[in-house]
T-cell receptor
């Protein structure tokens, strides 16, 4: 049972344009969401997170939007750069459970390719 | 720079042998570390939570006798894949939070291939 889903395995965007990566979840207990970026042969790197008490969080070029009623979140990257090309994982947790948002459930990832 | 160091980055072993993977927190103490596994084209799946000074907590379906976890110090957790078989071939990644409620930092992973 995949509780966190990323339905687009890949996304191709032109440099300078907006990249929008989507993520859906089914477990209504999730209240903390994160995005990680992963290059080949490396571990995931934390990008940005959002708590369920918010619907938007912004950090530089990265913005995460949360729609709790739809159980949907998205990551916007503006402007997209070639160095953003990587696999992006959405993750979710129950923040108040067992020491914070550490026990993460991951999506399957979306391969973003930013083309020149 | 990296805050979690994992070693080795890749290993090839014969079926039936055991392999040990080390995960170290750099410049911080990690009372809890998390071990994940990723099969090709799949998501990272949590295998177990490693607790310093106590037994690890395993996720459903993960054999604790096959995947031995030791967290003997505040900066080191080890995962030993015992009697490895080809189906254990996977990408194993450890992680730890800098503080109790901070996002996880991941090591670079270990690619295990069992022949």
């Amino acid at each position: 049972d995949q509780q966190v889903k990323q339905n687009s395995p890949s996304l191709s965007v032109q440099e300078g344009r907006i990249s929008i990566l989507n993520c859906d979840y089914t477990n209504s207990m999730f209240d903390y969401f994160l995005w990680y970026k992963k290059y080949p042969a490396e571990g995931p790197t934390f990008l940005i997170s959002i708590s369920s008490i918010k619907d938007k969080n912004e950090d530089g070029r990265f913005t995460v939007f949360l729609n709790k009623s739809a159980k949907h979140l998205s990551l916007h990257i503006v402007p997209s750069q070639p160095g953003d090309s990587a696999v992006y994982f959405c993750a979710a947790s129950v923040y108040g459970l067992t020491g914070g948002g550490n026990k993460l459930t991951f999506g399957t990832g979306t391969q973003l390719k930013v083309e020149l | 720079g990296a805050v979690v160091s994992q070693h080795p980055s890749w290993v090839i072993c014969k079926s039936g042998t055991s392999v040990k993977i080390e995960c170290r927190s750099l410049d911080f103490q990690a009372t809890t570390m998390f071990w994940y596994r990723q099969f090709p084209k799949q998501s990272l799946m949590l295998m177990a939570t490693s607790n310093e000074g106590s037994k690890a907590t395993y996720e459903q379906g993960v054999e604790k006798d096959k995947f031995l976890i030791n967290h003997a110090s505040l900066t080191l957790s080890t995962l030993t894949v015992t009697s490895a078989h080809p189906e254990d071939s996977s990408f194993y990644i450890c992680s730890a939070p800098l503080t109790v409620n901070s996002p996880l930092h991941f090591g670079n992973g270990t690619r295990l291939t069992v022949t």
